[in-house]
């Protein structure tokens, strides 16, 4: 079996100790433009896809800046307290993102990332949206995964569907 590596992240619950609720997430990203939004986003979800592949260490420092002096200081003081690397940003992160920008975020003329603002937003919606995704698997989800087989069947579609 291949190593598997711990992957630990943090919301804003982790961080400030308040979780983030979801009309906060999109009122932080009402007036940042959507395109600028989506494109960040997707070169940082390729890149962390390259960085994995290849094996390249994977240096988030700079997006760690991006955060707001308060929150940075709180993000730091949280990866401090963990026995694992924590990283800010993550795959399916991006995913919801993206997903995120392209409903909420402002369809042309929004602050792009070259403002210090709208890149503040961008790395807050980052912790906002891990305070939404599962960090830890339902019990009954837990108990499953400990029975499921190590190689899996190939899945047969119903009769009648292909």
């Known amino acids: ?11 804003l619950k982790d961080t400030v100790g308040r979780a983030s609720s979801v009309d906060e ?13 989506i494109r960040h986003s997707v070169r940082v979800l390729n890149s962390l896809a390259a ?4 094996g390249l260490a994977d240096d988030q420092e700079v997006f760690v800046r991006w ?3 308060d929150v940075r200081a ?13 990283r800010l940003l993550q795959p399916a992160q991006q995913l919801v993102l993206v997903h995120a920008a392209a409903r909420y975020a402002k369809p042309g003329g929004g602050r792009t990332l070259a403002e210090p603002a709208a890149r503040k937003v961008w790395a807050l919606a980052c912790l906002q ?18 029975r499921m087989p190590s190689t899996l069947s190939p899945r ?7």
Do not use: W, Y
């Open 51 to 54: 960085d994995r592949r290849t």
């Open 1 to 11: 079996m291949a190593d598997l590596e711990v992957l630990v992240t943090s919301g």
């Open 25 to 37: 997430l999109t009122d932080s990203l009402v007036g940042v433009d959507r395109d600028a939004l």
């Open 129 to 146: 949206i891990n305070d939404h995704i599962m960090k830890t698997p339902p019990r009954q989800l837990a108990s499953e995964v400990g």
């Open 74 to 86: 709180r993000f730091q003081g949280f990866r401090a307290r963990r026995q694992t690397r924590v």
């Open 156 to 162: 047969k579609p119903p009769d009648g569907n292909c």
């Open 67 to 69: 955060l707001s002096a």
